[in-house]
Each structure stands twice: as structure tokens, then as C-alpha cells.
């Protein structure tokens, strides 16, 4: 089987959504299949573009390597990439040959209500362009690449929730289907977790975000809430890892005498996002909006305590008080309450640690693979079976 995976994310060896396309196009290669992938950075028309021109003009282009002699099997469409291929089938029925998926790496409708109602709080509606932009054309050509798809993928219930309510898609046509750790994460460890020694006179305790620097990651609550432990605890510290932003630009959202507890690394390998993970005694997480996060599983699996904001994939995984403390997004004393209590409490972080790791265990690609790839192949005919609706 030929596929071809149609991202509008950078060929980024640091991004989420390409790290991952990257890891699912690695199992499908290894079951035998042909795979390539394309981005925007990969036809040179699209290079010099302004980014609001991006939805219309890279999907037009995109959907010319779909067509003649060498069209693949499948093509798997990142959000809104295949509004435009959904059009050529309708007028081309040759083009039909080809099979749609539409996968969503974060569900843009949900992540836009996020950043508006984070600006409006702020007191700065956004632009009338972005308003129309991201508010109006990219869902509408998001949903027209759904419902033109003999299957959509989604990461997270509530996601599922709005393609069904909003009829994006039919039922039968969707599957929710999880991220995956590496297995590496979940390794054991002899040594004393650092959460064990949290509080103690010869350890300051040390805090870990871990995301890009900006609005929808929560930064404005995170950077209020380490304020105020700050103050009650002199020694804290925190750690803002894969921040794509650099050092100076994180700290000029903190107060300048907090910038001696701060250690900003804009990009870290992943041998050093391990690294972090276990030198850090609470994994802090206050998103606004989320898919289904990469950094709160690796956490998860590292055993590390956690304080999350109820969105994405979070309340799917976690349970408050069981495996995490959650609490509401947008909501600084909530955060830093839970954040306190994590401090003040080493068996709490012990037995919250532990319960993550084990949920995080249901979701090693070792237990996708398998689900993924044949979940494909069924979509193209190539496999007989019923298609799950849906995984972890």
C-alpha cells in the first residue's frame, strides 16, 4: 500500500506533530507499506508564503502529488490539507481511487475558542483577520475534508464529542486514538525518585513545564502561580523545557526577581526531556487547550507528579486525586493550591507518580502500532475485519 501523510506543521526534527508522523510513517514501513510525507517546507511555492495564505494554496498544491500514475493508496490529511482533494474527487472521479483519512493533531475550533477566550480575558479581542481566519474558513475547510473522508481520526473524548455533535463526520467513520510514549520512558529506576526528597533542607525543589512559550500553554498562569510559591518558598525553581522561544523572551513574563530560579532550554533532545523529567519533582501542565499531549504522557510514564488543567486528553488519562491533581484551566490559585499540596506532601506525590505510570503503560507504541496500521489498511479494503472505533 502507497501513502502519503499531507501535514500543514513544519518539517520540524523538534515538533509534536512531525516527531509523531515521522514515528507512524516508521510502523507502517515496517509492516511493508511505501510512505512519504509532506509539508509546506517540501514545495517551493509555499516557502515565501504569508502564513494566512498557507490553508488556501497548500492544499492545492498538495493534492497534485494525489493525482496520475504514482497516486497513493491513502492519504492521510492533517486537519484542514484536504478540503482541496475532497474537491478534485467531487469533480474527477479517477481522484476517488485514492482514500481520505483526516487526522487531527488538536482540534483547531476547540484550540481558537481557547486563545480568544484567553485574549478577551486579557482585555485584547484578537484581530478581525485572525476572527475570520481561524474562527470561520479553517474549520469550515476542516470539516469539509471530514465529512469527504472514509475516516477521521480524533485524540481526546471531548474532540470526538464536537465531530459528532457538529456532524463533521458519521460514527462509523470515526476512531479516537491515542499518542504513544516510547517505551524507554517507563524504564525502572533504583534510585530514589527526586520527589522523595522534595522539601528537604539540602534539595530545593524544582518544577517542569515542558511545551512551547505562548498563551494557549497556559504560560500567564504558570508564571503567576510560580510567583506566589516563590515567595513562600525561596529555594524554588523551575525548569521551562521546549520552549521554542528564547531564554530572554520566557523571562520577561516573570518578574525580574525571579529570574535567578528560572532555566529556560528553547530545545532539548530527547534524551534530555528524559533527563529533566527525572530531575524534576512536579510536572506542571496548565494548558488552556490540548489534543493529546506528548510531554503530560512522558511525565506520566516517568512516574512524575502531576498537576494538569482539564483539557485534551487529560481527563481521559488522569484522575484527580488518583493519578494527577486536576484543576480548572485559566485558574492560578487553583494551580498554585496544587502545586502546594504536591510540595507539602511526599507520599501523595509517591503514590499520584506511581498510578500515572501505570495508566501511561496502556500507552506505549508497542500497543498503537498494531491498532494504527491495520486500523489504515481496513480503510483501503487491503484487510478484512471490523474497524475499531476506538483505542486507549
Known amino acids: 500500500m502507497r501513502l502519503l501523510f499531507v501535514l500543514h506543521a513544519p518539517r520540524d526534527p523538534h515538533g509534536a506533530v512531525y516527531n509523531d508522523t515521522r514515528r507512524r510513517a516508521a510502523l507502517l514501513r515496517e509492516r511493508g507499506h511505501t510512505v512519504e510525507i509532506l509539508t509546506p517546507a517540501d514545495l517551493p511555492a509555499t516557502v515565501r508564503l504569508a502564513p494566512r495564505w498557507l ?39 479517477p481522484a476517488r481511487r485514492t482514500r481520505m483519512v483526516t487526522q487531527f493533531h488538536g482540534l483547531e475550533p476547540l484550540n481558537y475558542r481557547a486563545i480568544r477566550d484567553e485574549q478577551a480575558r486579557r482585555g485584547e479581542p484578537l484581530p478581525a483577520r485572525t476572527r475570520l481566519l481561524q474562527g470561520a474558513v479553517v474549520p469550515a475547510m476542516a ?20 465531530l459528532l455533535d457538529h456532524r463533521w463526520t458519521r460514527p462509523e467513520r470515526l476512531s479516537r486514538l491515542p499518542n504513544a510514549v516510547e ?79 528560572l532555566r529556560v ?35 506520566m ?7 494538569a488543567t482539564r483539557v485534551g486528553a487529560a ?3 488522569l484522575e484527580d486525586g488518583v493519578s494527577a491533581l486536576l484543576v480548572e484551566p485559566a485558574d492560578t490559585e487553583a494551580l498554585a493550591d ?11 506525590c509517591r503514590r499520584l507518580g506511581a498510578a ?23 480503510t483501503t479494503g487491503q484487510h478484512g475485519g471490523t474497524i475499531a472505533r476506538e483505542a486507549g
Open 301 to 307: 510514564a516517568t512516574g512524575l507528579p502531576i498537576v
Open 183 to 261: 517505551a524507554a520512558f517507563l524504564a525502572e529506576r533504583s534510585a530514589l525518585r527526586p520527589s522523595d526528597r522534595a522539601g528537604t533542607e539540602d534539595r530545593a525543589a524544582h518544577l517542569l513545564f515542558l511545551g512551547q512559550w505562548f498563551l494557549g500553554k497556559g504560560i500567564r498562569y504558570l508564571a503567576t502561580a510560580f510567583e506566589r510559591l516563590a515567595a513562600e518558598r525561596p529555594d524554588l525553581a523551575l525548569c521551562c523545557l521546549g520552549t521554542r522561544l528564547p531564554a530572554d523572551v520566557v523571562r520577561a513574563d516573570f518578574p525580574d526577581k525571579l529570574h535567578a530560579h
Open 143 to 162: 470539516r469539509w475534508s471530514c465529512r469527504g473522508s472514509e475516516r477521521v481520526l480524533c485524540l481526546n473524548r471531548r474532540e470526538e464529542r464536537f
Open 356 to 378: 500515572a505510570r501505570e495508566r501511561a503503560a496502556e500507552h506505549t507504541w508497542d500497543r498503537l502500532a498494531p491498532v494504527y496500521v491495520e486500523l489504515l489498511e481496513r
Open 55 to 93: 490553508p488556501f494554496v497548500y492544499p492545492a498544491l498538495a493534492a497534485r502529488r494525489l493525482l496520475g500514475r504514482d497516486a497513493p493508496d491513502l492519504a492521510i490529511f492533517h486537519s484542514y490539507t484536504g478540503w482541496f482533494f475532497r474537491l478534485v474527487r467531487a469533480l474527477w472521479p
Open 338 to 348: 496544587a502545586v502546594r499540596r504536591l510540595l507539602d506532601d511526599p507520599d501523595l
Open 315 to 317: 481527563p481521559d488519562l
Open 265 to 299: 532550554l528553547p530545545a532539548a533532545e530527547p534524551e534530555e526531556v528524559a533527563a529533566e523529567l527525572r530531575r524534576a519533582d512536579v510536572f506542571v501542565f496548565p494548558s488552556l487547550a490540548e489534543g493529546f499531549s506528548l510531554a503530560l504522557l512522558e511525565a
